[in-house]
């Protein structure tokens, strides 16, 4: 086991290098030399010339990516070219904004979909089932914006019930969820992004339990006279592999996800920096986001692998 | 086009068509630890006469199928030297792989997944004679005319995918496909292991008749010791990756030298009572490629198995004419030190 | 022996059932008319794709016309069925020509993918080992984000615009592209009738144009048709952030984002070009999965 967990980060370290390239890139992406595309428009001379060098803007690419991957190692993403602020500084403010939303939808869409999935598979053909069917293939074809913006029109232009936008009065930097005041600036956003996934990983879930059910040794189970819920509690367990790679894929789904739902409910999170960025050309900004985000989801599916392998030994061997 | 009149034959009747000699082909064995070698075929040499049929025999897993694709250069061979017709193969002075496979040709075992599944059949036999330089009309006729020959009724069966096709139809196709390009070999490799005993006699009865119309040279692979029998005029046995007997058909029937082959004809529910060999049919699992038995092979399974076995490796007799009958055993080899040895 | 030799005289199996030989795309079209449902949805499709090419026949008013006056009015306003903008343009108008950027975006990107990836992908699936490692580990890095991030990056970077989306989402849909010909493409390659081929004497490139194209685009195409509705919802994402389409362009993602600036005036209004994204991504996911079960004939 030890053996495999260590193969299988050794594993993602490639993975993480690639990332990395795909993010030094960005910058040569944008139109423009990458100088002038990191720093902002009023730059002086001097600064010019810092930055040159520090980011071996004259040496060949492999070495500006050495130098780049220098920097970002020990924490230095470079500067927002809107606020002046460190991009590290401004990333790790949102992503723990993102990070209270996730935490949230999350456990709400796994356990919604998980719960309407395990349903569907034990009751197939019943109303659960086409239930099930439908919302997946809704869930798959809906913007999550629009959704996000139609739940706006509904709960706060509406009914007034719920505050549409932002995080309250006091900002982020006092938000409490302890205060309904502010908590209540959660609910939608919460709501729109697990909403997403649920009917995917419902569908998943069903095909898993269904397949379970269908294999010999369920039969068997039967036979024994087992209890029924100790039945459910066996196919469950055995349907748990799959779930869970879906869940981690997912995962990343609600991660991109956010990006347009912290932009429709002003969220101050990561996504909704990130379009501020775009919308501003902060290319540092855009560059430094996606780097965390990327990241995040490498090490989320390295978990999620892990885990999986901890549950089903069978793809530790291949 | 008769056996007289056939242009390509180079070195005359009496020059083996296929030479075989010390084949090797090693394999790295997946899961096992990274040194570890799959000796699927090793050290393998015979001769193969022009328009005769050499029937190659043993269990499943011996490396039938990868001698017939060595043959074909469907995969590379380690080491050894293949001529054909007094040509060597892939040498540079010799034939190239290219006119190989316009001389021999291939059915495979499993007649399904030899088709493609997404071709009316009579596209998979055209495909040959295409590849060949032929045009597309002209190509599609002589694939029809093939399937004349082969029992098929083209406007029928032509069209028709592989899925649409019973097993014994697939297979008339897979020869017909091999037939297309009107080779002077065909390796047949389980032709007709898949199919029904009477399907399986139609099919045999069919390349016997195709033979003498095409004047065609055989190598017929089979674990089925009657169907090898009936068809063949020499048969090799193999047993983990190596010739153990080679001889003419009824000799190797009637007087099996080694003591593998008696096993196998043992193990065979024979007709004839007469012909039972008084010996146990093989025991025990054939051990694995992976790291063979030192010296002779069969040593573990072998009644008559003597410390000489585990340490040195038999020799295929001195083979000298057509009909020789030799076998890898050391109680042929009054020198060898065995006690059963002859003197 | 002579005598039972004598076989191709009279045809063997001539009296087994013969089925009706309709061939593998034959099969597949019959499953597809008998489909009610894929069929209902593949109308709509076409009516969307109808709507877009004859926008200017059927669009009531100029979707570029502003007006001062005119801004943000109710349904049926003076002829206005559906209202107007905030900039006083007719919402219905912009509406129908909205579809034409929605459908490009739909099916540009897939296309480039498809194309590129399939044959990254066949190539890595049929080329040797080392080959294979270096195409299909490349892909792994871009599969290591997220779509809608890795979109966002893309064409942030290069800058908004209908080109740079494009591309942006190609890029987003060819490593999964490649990994499904890849599969295929490795499946197929395995089977005799590939070695068998080879035995014909065939070199690589007919061979895989004769028997590996013919199997693998059947998985493509099923996967490239659930790929349309992805293309549209992200490409109207990368809209509604900034990226992609241009203003003043008619475009649904557009369009959302900047009438969700009113929503407390016309909040219908606000959320119709979502439901006309929601409306073509949704069809064009069910006739998707229309296709893939028609397709999916057990050879
Ligand atoms: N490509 C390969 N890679 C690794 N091992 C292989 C490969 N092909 C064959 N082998 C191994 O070589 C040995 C001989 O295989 P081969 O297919 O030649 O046997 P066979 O005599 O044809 O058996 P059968 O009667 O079952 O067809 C087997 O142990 C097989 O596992
Ligand atoms: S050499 Fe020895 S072990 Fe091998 S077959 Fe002969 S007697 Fe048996
Ligand atoms: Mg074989």
Known sequence: MLAYIMRRMLLAIPIAFGVSVVCFSLVYLAPGDPLSVILPADATQEMVAQIRHAYGFDRPLPVQYLFWLGHVLTGDFGMSIATRRPVILEVTGALSNTFMLTSFAVPLAFGLGYAMGALAGCFPGRAVDRLVTGAAVVGVSLPNYWLGIVLVIIFAVEFMALPATGMGPKGSAQFSLLRWSDAQYMILPVVTLALIPVGIIARTTRAAVAEVLNLDFVTTLRAKGLSEIAVIRHVLKNSAPQVLAVMGLQFGYLMGGSILIETVFTWPGSGFMLSKAIINRDIPVLQGTILFLSMIFVATNLVVDLLQSMIDPRIRRS | ?343 | MSQTAALPATFADETSPAERVRGYWGTVGYRLRHDPVTLFFGAIVLLIVLMAIFAPLLAPFDPYKESVVLRLKPWGYRGHTLGTDELGRDLLSRLIYGARSSLLMGLVPVAIATFLGGTLGVIGGYAGRRVNAVIMRTMDVFYAFPSVLLAVAISGAMGGGMVNGMTALALVFIPAMCRVAETATAQVRSLDFIEAARATGAGTLTIVRYHVLGNVLGPVFIYASSLVSVSILLASGLSFLGLGVKPPTPDWGLMLSTLRQSIYVVPLSCALPGAAIFVTSICFNLVSDGIRSAMDVRL
């Open chain 2, 1 to 343: 086009m008769s056996a007289t009149a056939d242009q390509r034959d180079i070195g005359g009747p009496a020059q083996p068509l296929l030479i075989a000699r010390n084949l090797a082909k090693h394999f790295a064995a997946r899961g096992a630890s990274k040194s570890a070698r799959v000796r699927a075929v090793d050290d393998v040499s015979f001769t193969l006469f022009k328009g005769e049929t050499l029937g190659i025999v043993g269990e499943s897993g011996c490396g039938k199928s990868t001698l017939a694709r060595l043959l074909l250069h469907l995969i590379q061979r380690d080491s050894g030297e293949l001529i054909f017709d007094g040509e060597p193969v892939g040498a540079p002075r010799g034939i190239t792989v290219a006119a190989l496979r316009r001389n021999v040709q291939m059915v495979f075992q499993d007649s399904y997944s030899s088709l493609n599944p997404r071709m009316p059949v009579q596209d998979s036999v055209a495909f040959g004679p295409f590849v060949h330089g032929r045009r597309k009309s002209e190509a599609r006729r002589a694939a029809r005319d093939m399937l004349v020959k082969v029992g098929l009724n083209p406007d029928l069966f032509g069209p028709r995918y592989p899925h649409e096709l019973s097993g014994g139809q697939k297979q008339r196709v897979n020869i017909a496909r091999a037939l297309a390009i009107e080779p002077r070999m065909v390796i047949l490799d389980e032709a007709v292991s898949a199919l029904d005993k009477s399907v399986e006699a139609q099919v045999l009865n069919l390349l016997r008749a195709l033979k003498q119309q095409f004047n065609l040279t055989y190598l017929f692979i089979s674990h089925d010791l009657n169907v090898v029998r009936y068809i063949s005029d020499r048969v090799l046995v193999m047993y983990l990756g190596r010739v153990v007997e080679l001889g003419p058909s009824e000799a190797i029937f009637i007087q099996p030298l080694h003591p593998y082959t008696r096993a196998l004809l043992g193990s065979q529910p024979s007709m004839d009572p007469a012909h039972r060999i008084e010996q146990p049919p093989v025991t025990g699992d054939p051990p694995s490629p992976i790291d063979p038995p030192s010296g002779c092979r069969f040593h573990p399974r072998c009644p008559f198995a003597e410390p000489v076995c585990a340490q040195r490796s038999p020799e295929l007799g001195a083979w000298r004419e057509r009909d020789s009958h030799v076998a890898a055993c050391h109680m042929l080899d009054p020198a060898s030190g065995h006690s059963k040895a002859m003197q």
